[in-house]
């Protein structure tokens, strides 16, 4: 069973960038898929993106298309997160997630069985 933990989190400006990274232990990482997901004041869980367990496929919501970038380091057991060009819709608690059983990338909070505490980020306007 795999422990994820978020760190890399914090209070920027719009049109800054901010990385953040996923550590994850107890487990073998690179069975997983990994997510990262987001969640705003008073909204739902949203999907950010995902990537494959070799770190060959990604994809993205279309709100961060362009913007964020998802790798993984399997030697590392490590997942980030590269977000660019930040607005202030972007405000939330990011979380990474863990997917041992999928066939592909699911943007649905359900198919991802492990959950890291999540990590702030605000993005100042």
């Known amino acids: 069973q795999v422990q994820l933990v978020e760190s890399g989190g914090g209070l920027v400006q719009a049109g800054d960038s901010l990385r953040l990274f996923c550590a994850a232990s107890?487990?073998?990482?690179?069975?997983?898929?990994m997510g990262w997901f987001r969640q705003g004041p008073g909204k739902e869980r949203e999907f950010v993106g995902g990537?494959?367990?070799?770190?060959?496929?990604?994809r993205y919501a279309d709100s961060v298309k362009g913007r964020f970038t998802i790798s993984r380091d399997n030697a590392k057991n490590s997942v980030y997160l590269q977000m660019d060009s930040l607005k202030p819709e972007d405000t939330a608690v990011y979380y990474c997630?863990?997917?041992?059983?999928?066939?592909?990338?699911?943007?649905?909070?359900?198919?991802?069985?492990?959950w890291g505490q999540g990590t702030q980020v605000t993005v100042a306007s």
């Open positions: 997630a863990a997917d041992r059983w999928s066939g592909r990338t699911s943007s649905r909070p359900d198919q991802y069985a492990f």
């Open positions: 990537i494959t367990r070799s770190g060959s496929t990604t």
């Open positions: 107890g487990g073998s990482f690179s069975t997983y898929i």
